[in-house]
């Protein structure tokens, strides 16, 4: 499946954004999805996942009770609400999708997960 991110930006501290991933080429519907977040010289990260079902989300300890994923299967898009962003946010933002879990891994093996093109959050203090 094809992922195209958007809705990353330039916000202060404590605002929110709210990315978004569509899918083409396949429904997303029986897709595990999730977000990860590469900051400068650091590794990727995972952010939330969301299982296949759409009934079972994981975040991060960083962003728990602040980011929220989400899915529209009408509209083939997941989205990752954030809230309270702080300056540590601050990272280019994948979507990914896989047939191949229930869940995620939060170090999905390259080639059984697509990976959308990024999106920049800049999140000033």
């Known amino acids: 499946v094809q992922l195209q991110a958007s809705g990353g930006g330039l916000v202060q501290a404590g605002d929110s954004l709210r990315l978004s991933c569509a899918a083409s080429g396949r429904t997303f519907s029986p897709y595990a999805t999730g977000w990860f977040r590469q900051a400068p010289g650091k590794e990727r990260e995972f952010v939330a996942l969301l299982s296949w079902s759409g009934l079972s989300t994981t975040y991060a300890d960083s962003v728990k009770g602040r980011f929220t994923i989400s899915k529209d299967n009408t509209k083939n898009t997941v989205y990752l609400q954030m809230n309270s962003l702080k300056p540590e946010d601050t990272a280019i933002y994948y979507c990914?999708?896989?047939?191949?879990?229930?869940?995620?891994?939060?170090?999905?093996?390259?080639?059984?997960?697509?990976w959308g093109q990024g999106t920049q959050v800049t999140v000033s203090s």
């Open positions: 990914a999708a896989s047939r191949y879990f229930t869940v995620l891994p939060r170090n999905p093996p390259e080639g059984k997960v697509d």
